[in-house]
């Protein structure tokens, strides 16, 4: 099956600073990219996903990148706020009929003021 | 509107007593699922609905029983659970189980088992 790596565990960065995490996958049938933001006592929430079939994809101050011959995809926070501090995880899935998501094991993102 | 709703936010219960879970979605969304997450954990598939029917249980306790009434419901009924079942209870929808379909999660149910 799937296994997705994400790294680091934690990150601290100074507000306005840019933040990246990383994550790699194993299968290369994975077409599919979420990154989820959770904030504490809440659901994960969708920030931004990316497709087998784009290197790049931006949504104002966040960006996902995708290298597929090397099998990782990164999350790109710039001009980082403090209200960025949460939890994120990284997601892949297959192409196919009842696949599901797999996901890292989560990056706590800390920003101070 | 990509809101998933649950009820309630936190459940307290016995070992001994029943209880359900309830998860509303009406962006037409005909894929549902249930996660459970602890603390500091990813979430964990527990079940999968398509077209209101079960596609997907990962070895799921039976003391976990979901249930699909219709379309925008999905229910999660809990019995004689153990202490190590206290968890956040998630549910989350997609436009079905195709290729990428972006799941949306709900707030997710606190549930303490004493």
């Known amino acids: 099956g799937e296994n997705v790596e994400q790294h680091p565990s934690t990150l601290s960065v100074q507000e306005g600073d840019s933040a990246v995490i990383k994550c790699t996958y194993s299968d290369s049938a994975s077409n599919y990219f979420p990154w989820y933001k959770q904030e504490l006592g809440k659901g994960p929430q969708l920030i931004i996903d990316?497709?087998?079939?784009?290197g790049e994809k931006k949504d104002q101050r966040i960006a996902v990148t995708l290298n597929k011959t090397a099998k990782h995809f990164s999350l790109h926070i710039t001009e980082t706020q403090p209200e960025d501090s949460a939890v994120y995880f990284c997601?892949?899935?297959?192409?196919?009929?009842?696949?599901?998501?797999?996901f890292g094991k989560g990056t706590m993102l800390l920003v101070s003021p | 509107d990509t809101e998933v709703t649950q009820t309630p936010k936190h459940l307290v219960m016995g070992m001994t007593n029943k209880k359900s879970l309830k998860c509303e979605q009406h962006?037409?969304?005909?894929?549902m699922y249930w996660y459970k997450q602890k603390a500091k954990k990813p979430p964990e598939l527990m079940f999968v609905y398509s077209y209101e029917k079960l596609s997907i249980n990962e070895s799921v306790p039976s003391r976990f029983s979901p249930e699909c009434p219709n379309s925008s419901l999905l229910n999660l009924h809990l019995h004689a659970l153990q202490p190590e079942d206290s968890a956040l209870y998630l549910c989350?929808?997609?436009?079905?189980?195709?290729?990428?379909?972006?799941?949306?999660f709900g707030p997710g149910t606190r549930l303490t088992v004493l």
């Open positions: 962006m037409g969304h005909r894929a």
């Open positions: 997601a892949a899935r297959m192409n196919s009929g009842y696949s599901t998501l797999t």
């Open positions: 989350a929808s997609s436009q079905g189980i195709g290729r990428g379909d972006t799941q949306y």
């Open positions: 990316i497709r087998s079939n784009v």
